[in-house]
Structures are given as structure tokens and as C-alpha cells.
């Protein structure tokens, strides 16, 4: 048995050479005999050890090739099992040995086949890692932009306050959050007007529509029961606004120090316009696509959510430019 053991058996080990990782030296040997060493009266036994330092033996595990702690593997009895031993730094240099024996299950006699070396150590390098186990909290920005309001901007045509459904309105948007499930809106609306739109209160006429549709939604679509405060708030010449917008759009210097010339001078805006005709295309080439005009409504809703509505309008000639999506 013993001699057919040395001829024909068959030893892997995984990795090779042995790795130290932390303070285990971890492994998988994988053992293979001849079916014919697996008997009634005798046993196959497989001792596998670490020699190190001055010949100094730490011994790992034994495989028993008796019916029932084997498998078969391509009709061979197979062993496989992941081993480990602890790390010292003495054991760095060293070899893995095995060696089997022969044991007679009647009266114990035992044969043994000569040790044989199937992997060496230690590979030591995963040592040399160094593990940082400190930790930080991550700002939680995801949140902090849910809490700010989100801004809608609707336009008007110039001198009407009627909201239009045209393609790119905000007011689909503006419902759904009418349809939110929360347990309270506080809205805020400010409306503004252009200064040189014709007739009075048009700013208060635009807020009154705005609240008036979304209090219209409310009570079509909102099935929560939530409880909403809106309160509106107008600025019936936005030239103010107007000139806060041109000093922060991305207008060259010399171009904003020219519009706000022209708005700071004397008299209405047609009269602007017809002194200053040519240097007044500054606003309209300008405003409709960096500034954007004074003219919007706010609207904020706090508690669960927040939103923020905008409403513009300006002068015919940007009536296309203006109908635009802006958020």
C-alpha cells in the first residue's frame, strides 16, 4: 500500500508559494489516491505539516482515506479542503510537507511512505500593506437639494395675465406638484410687469391668475388633504429688477455699463427705446438670452416640498425668444 501510495498519488496546493495574509497563512491542498488504497482492513491516512526554523514541525491536518471522508472525483478518491496554520515571523522560511502511512485497522501496525515537500513559504508581501481603518461621514448633499426651492418661470404675452398652455409650459409641471403627498404647502407668489407694458395692476392680474389656477388644481387633483397657504406679493415696475439682472448676467463689461446707462435715463421706455434706438439693441439681443427679463412670479412651498415659479414677459419683439423653459 505504501508503495503504490508514493507512486501514484497526487498532491496540489493553492497558492504556491504559501501566502501569509494578516495572521493566518491560509491554503487549499487537494489530495488524489489510487482507489485500490481504500480497503476494509487498512486505512490511508495523509499528515500534512509545516517545517520551519531548525527543523521545528507544526502540524496542520491529516486526511483519512476511509469510506465516508472521501469523494470521487473522475473515479479517484479525492480530498479537498482549505487549511491554515497562524503566521509567526519565524515561519517565513519553511516548506509544507506531507507524508502518508498505512495503518492495519485490527492492530494498529503502521507503514509510512518518505515525507515529500509539495509547496514552500511564506510570501509575505499582503503584510506590507498598511490598513487605514479610519472614516468620515459624507455630506449628505442629496438632501440639503431636496430642502431648496425649485424655481418654474412662466411668460405672458405682453400687456395680457392670461397663463398659456403652450408647448414647454411649466403648469404640467406645476400640477404634479399638486399632486404631492404632503402635509403642508406654504406658497409665496411675486409677481412683476414690464415697465413699459400698458395698463395698471397687470403684475397683481398675473398673480391673481396664478393662484387662482393652482387653487383650481387643488381641489381637481390633490386627494391628500393637505394644507396649503399662499400669500402673492407685486412689484408693479420691474425696471429695478431689471437693472439686478443685467449686472449679473455674463454681458461683457462695456455692454452692461451701456444697458444700465440706457435704464438709468430719464423718461419711460418707449422713450428710451426712440433716443437710444440703436444702442437699445443691446437689451434686446441680450436680455432675452442671457438676462431673461425682470418679469416672473415666485412662488415657494415649504414643508415636504419646495418650489419656486417664475412668469415672464417683455416686449413683442422677444415674444418668441421669451417662450422658453427656464428652471
Avoid at 20 to 34: C, M, S
Avoid at 113 to 133: D, H
Avoid at 276 to 283: D, E, V
Wanted: glycine share 4%.
Amino acid at each position: 500500500m505504501v508503495k503504490q501510495a508514493e507512486k501514484h498519488q497526487f498532491i496540489s496546493v493553492e497558492p504556491s508559494p504559501l501566502v501569509a495574509n494578516g495572521q493566518q497563512v491560509t491554503f487549499d491542498l487537494k489530495a488524489q489516491v489510487p482507489e485500490k488504497l481504500v480497503r476494509e482492513k487498512e486505512v490511508y491516512k495523509l499528515d500534512i505539516y509545516y517545517l520551519y526554523g531548525d527543523e521545528k514541525r507544526e502540524n496542520i491536518a491529516t486526511y483519512n482515506f476511509d469510506f465516508g471522508n472521501f469523494l470521487y472525483e473522475n473515479h479517484t478518491p479525492t480530498i479537498t479542503r482549505q487549511l491554515s496554520f497562524p503566521y509567526e515571523p519565524a515561519k517565513t522560511t519553511g516548506r509544507l510537507m506531507v507524508q502518508g502511512k498505512a495503518v492495519d485497522k485490527e492492530d494498529g501496525d503502521m507503514a509510512y511512505t518518505k515525507p515529500k515537500q509539495v509547496a514552500i513559504g511564506l510570501n509575505t508581501t499582503p503584510l506590507l500593506l498598511v490598513r487605514n481603518n479610519k472614516f468620515t461621514f459624507a455630506t449628505d448633499e442629496f438632501k440639503e437639494s431636496v430642502d431648496q426651492p425649485t424655481s418654474l418661470m412662466f411668460y405672458f404675452q405682453e400687456n395680457k395675465a392670461d397663463l398659456d398652455h403652450y408647448i414647454g409650459s411649466n403648469l404640467p409641471t406645476l400640477d404634479q406638484y399638486v399632486l404631492d403627498n404632503v402635509p403642508t404647502q406654504k406658497i409665496k407668489i411675486i409677481g412683476y410687469q414690464s415697465p413699459d407694458e400698458k395698463g395698471a395692476n397687470i403684475a397683481a392680474k398675473r398673480a391673481k391668475e396664478l393662484e387662482t389656477y393652482y387653487q383650481k388644481q387643488l381641489k381637481t387633483l390633490d386627494y391628500s388633504g393637505k394644507k396649503v397657504t399662499i400669500s402673492t406679493e407685486v412689484h408693479n415696475n420691474g425696471l429695478d429688477a431689471l437693472k439686478e439682472k443685467v449686472k449679473a448676467s455674463a454681458l461683457p463689461k462695456l455692454q452692461i455699463q451701456q444697458v444700465l446707462t440706457i435704464l438709468s435715463s430719464e423718461g419711460n421706455m418707449n422713450e428710451k427705446q426712440r433716443s437710444n434706438k440703436q444702442r437699445l439693441s443691446i437689451i434686446y439681443r441680450s436680455t432675452s438670452t442671457q438676462v431673461c427679463g425682470p418679469l416672473k412670479y415666485r412662488l415657494t412651498i415649504t414643508a415636504a416640498v419646495s418650489l419656486t415659479m417664475s412668469c415672464m414677459c417683455w416686449q413683442s419683439k422677444l415674444q418668441q425668444k421669451k417662450r422658453m423653459l427656464m428652471l
